[in-house]
């Protein structure tokens, strides 16, 4: 079992550390003018590294996701905790190479990647934004990664990713759309910047809890017994005069 909890967690850190790296990173080099270039580097980040361990540690990368499967049960508390040691871990590290590989006037100008406020947007409504997109995120992730019905083994990364992206194109001016308390963590320690800071860790806690409860039970837990009959049960419908068979 500790093994195991330690693949998993090396999985976690190093996806963790991709995305605060090639994230942040892409912030510092384009200036934080490019929303597109900012977009496309988280989305593909995850896409990639998602599909690169998804089936090792689920590829989660994100301590608001890994919330959403300890409130719909999905994870036992013991690894949710590796987990969410691991991406802040990986987040931390991310931001420290920046420090010291990009030159200063980069990550300077933009406090290392560090998400927030834009110009009138209020704290309370920055939580709201960041909630409502990490609502998108697990919701996603659920339906393509936890529903046995889901597309986990084709295109699970990829619509993930494109979830991120498309978040960051309407949430990135307003909030910095981090989505991530881990992706938020990170450059906020290195560069001591916390203004706000409660924004990027109770709006995608919340966001990413009610995504993963409103999917679980509306698609993943039956409302009544399943029927006799259909393969779910692990009963193989008689033919007449047969006895079932389990």
């Known amino acids: ?87 802040l871990a990986g987040a931390l590290l991310g931001a420290l190479l920046l420090v010291v590989l ?5 990550t300077d100008a933009v406090n290392l990647g560090v998400p927030a406020l834009g110009e009138d947007v ?4 920055g939580f709201v934004i960041e909630a409502i997109l990490t609502f998108f995120l697990v919701w996603v992730i659920f339906a393509t990664a936890a529903d046995p019905r889901g597309s986990f083994k084709s295109i699970a990364g990829l619509a993930i990713g494109l979830t991120i992206t498309l978040d960051i194109l309407i949430g990135g001016p307003l909030t910095g759309a981090a989505m991530n ?41 039956p409302a009544r017994p399943v029927p006799v009959g259909p393969p779910e049960t692990g009963i193989e419908e008689p033919r007449p005069g047969d006895a079932a068979v389990s």
Request: aromatic content about 12%; cysteine-free.
């Open 1 to 87: 079992m500790a093994g195991d909890s330690l693949r998993r967690g090396v999985a976690e850190f190093v996806g963790s550390f991709a995305l605060t790296f090639v994230g942040a990173g892409a912030i510092a080099v384009t200036g934080g003018g490019d929303l597109v270039a900012i977009a496309l580097a988280h989305g593909l980040v995850i896409a990639v590294m998602a599909s690169a361990v998804g089936h090792i540690s689920g590829g989660h990368f994100n301590p608001a996701v890994t919330f959403g499967f300890l409130v719909a049960r999905r994870i036992d508390p013991a690894l949710a905790l590796v987990y969410w040691l691991s991406q």
């Open 102 to 106: 990009l030159p200063d006037q980069l």
């Open 122 to 125: 209020g704290a309370g409504a």
């Open 181 to 221: 308390p881990g992706r938020a963590f990170g450059p906020q320690l290195v560069g001591n910047e916390w203004g706000d800071g409660w924004v990027w860790y109770l709006g995608p806690l919340l966001g990413g809890g009610l995504g993963a409860l409103a999917y679980e039970y509306l698609y993943l837990r």
